[in-house]
């Protein structure tokens, strides 16, 4: 796992921080957001390249044709030329133009599409399967054995319901809420194992660039980095229809420090340790003689304790 110092710092420092923070998505509501990723930064600039470029294109398209309406109008005494049929030059240059507009276009698009497809060199799978309607994410690689379902909070899933008399307003991250959310390193590159048990979902994090269908019978692949210093929480939700509640399966991502995240995993192997402790072994009963020798010595070291 790659710990940087950035990363590092931010856990000395931001320790404090981030589990109480609401939402670090960056999105304005107009824009596509700019995200946390290299990935989702690449597709921002690539995105606005493009719009600037249909700007361009707009404002000489339209311009033209506002200035040849309003200077070449009927009432000013404009004449039609009914002798130019065709001219090869002007064919040319509108062919060539747009060919020029494309490829400027269509190269770093084709550049990004392979960087998204790279999965090499990940440091953590994690495999995420969509069911109606919630997502099951089953860790690989250093958080082997981790698994469990991410459904909607309790709180969205009470006033979702008709005539429930909850104000949605009232509850924070209504519908973007979830009771476990996906917990991930930042500075690592995570791999996503994308699946489906019944119909077509998609898994999609805006502020990662990450945006991919969940298919049954099909493994479909996407990663994220996320840059050392935007740890945080992170919402998206599934965007395919996948049924009648598929406004109800958000997907949230919990991105740690490389060390918070060691110990989230510890944590969790711990809890699953436990919850299995007392079905396949009982606690053995304490042996009486053991316990009468013990007080002297149980005394002594809880007054070592004490002091
Ligand atoms: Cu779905």
Not at 5 to 24: D, N, P, V, Y
Not at 26 to 32: D, M, R, V
Not at 204 to 212: E, S, Y
Not at 227 to 240: L, S, W
Request: with cysteine; glycine share 6%; hydrophobic share 45%.
């Amino acid at each position: 796992m790659r710990v940087t110092k950035a990363s590092l710092f931010s856990a000395a420092g931001g320790a404090c921080c981030w589990s109480t923070a609401a939402s670090a998505n960056t999105s304005n509501g107009y824009n596509l957001p700019i995200g946390v990723t290299s990935l989702s930064e690449a597709m921002y600039g690539l995105h606005m390249e493009v719009f600037w470029i249909c700007v361009g294109i707009a404002v000489v398209v339209f311009g033209a044709m506002i200035y040849s309406l309003l200077k070449f109008r009927h009432s000013q005494g404009a004449v039609a030329d009914t002798s130019m049929v065709h001219s090869t030059k002007v064919e040319v240059i509108w062919t060539i133009v747009p060919v020029i507009i494309l490829v400027v276009m269509a190269v770093p698009a084709a550049d990004l599409i392979l960087k998204q497809e790279d999965m090499r060199d990940s440091g953590l799978s994690i495999k995420v399967t969509g069911y109606q309607w919630k997502w099951q994410y089953a860790y690989m690689d250093a958080a082997d054995g981790v698994n469990f379902f991410s459904t909607l909070k309790q709180d969205s899933n009470f006033a979702r319901q008709l005539d429930s008399g909850i104000d949605p307003h009232s509850v924070p991250n209504y519908l973007l809420d979830v009771d476990k959310p996906l917990v991930v390193p930042s500075g690592v590159k995570v791999r996503i194992l994308l699946t489906s048990m019944d119909v077509i979902h998609a898994w999609w994090v805006p502020d990662f660039g990450a945006k991919r269908s969940a298919i049954p019978g099909f493994v479909n692949e996407i990663w994220f980095r996320v840059d050392p210093g935007k740890e945080g929480i992170y919402r998206g939700q599934c965007a395919a229809l996948c049924g009648r509640d598929h406004g109800y399966m958000p997907v949230v991502v919990d991105v740690r420090t490389p060390d918070q995240f060691k110990q989230w995993v510890e944590e969790q192997r711990a809890a699953e340790k436990q919850a299995q402790t007392p079905a396949s072994s009982p606690p053995a009963p304490a042996a009486p003689a053991a316990a009468a020798a013990a007080p002297a010595a149980l005394t002594a070291t809880t007054a070592r304790n004490l002091n």
